[in-house]
């Protein structure tokens, strides 16, 4: 379903990731792993179309989509929910979904902006589709998306990626700054959408989440994938944890 092929990123002189390889199998659950600095940020811009690669391939369904930009990738079914959420905090929750379904569109943005006011058919039944998946969202749609938890905010932002109906689901530090009961009742969704056949990409670096989610997992060191494999064996793996994530394996 999609294919990271030997793909150099640089930023300037500096190379941030060295012929990274990644295959995500159709209805897989993958995890990337690493310490901050080992290339997950850039593994994430390269994939979504935000950095260009300096050589290498991404590929969805075996079309290349490298050097197309963000809005041909989500178009072709890749959707990210970035680290840090990156909600338009003025704007109502119901706001903010719509705008997800803005690069799944041939509307210029200001077309775009209009369908929004008219309640564009195609954009609305998007956002049913979504309350079905997420019905926590409900309740929320009248609401500023500032004022909400981190948790909730959290929860639009998936609901916003959901919004383009992508077959690929990148989710870039899901935990990050949330108490473990919302993390885990968020991970629980991610569970639900990929038993329904959706392809999830999680990056992290709270490991024991990823790799109790994943059913395969890659861990970055340097811009380099230093390991590779089911993600319950390198649970297990003591000297993989040690050297590669810096903790100890766990029972």
Known sequence: MLNVDNVVVRYGALEALHGVTID?????????????????????????????LSSGSVRHDGKRIDGHGPTHVVRDGIAVVPEGRQLFGALTVLDNLRLGAYGKTALGLKGFARSML???????????????????????????????????????????????????????????????????????HLESLNAK???????????????????????????????????????QDGKVLTAYLGVEATA
């Open 24 to 52: 995500v199998p159709p209805g897989e659950f993958v995890a990337i792993l690493g310490r901050n600095g080992a290339g997950k940020s850039s593994l994430v811009g390269a994939i979504s179309g935000m950095l260009p």
């Open 118 to 188: 008219s309640k564009q058919p195609a954009v609305e039944a998007a956002v049913m589709r979504v309350l079905d998946l997420l019905p926590e969202l409900e309740e929320l749609l009248a609401r500023e998306a500032g004022t909400l938890s981190g948790g909730q905010q959290q929860m639009v932002a998936v609901g916003r990626a959901l919004m383009a109906d992508p077959s690929v689901l990148l989710v870039d530090e899901l935990s990050l700054g949330l108490a473990p009961l919302v993390v885990h009742r968020l991970l629980e």
């Open 197 to 235: 056949g959706m392809s999830i990409v999680l990056i992290e670096q709270n490991i024991t989440l990823a790799l109790r989610a994943s059913t395969t997992a890659y861990v970055l060191e340097g811009g380099v994938v230093k390991f590779y494999g089911p993600s319950a064996e390198l649970a």
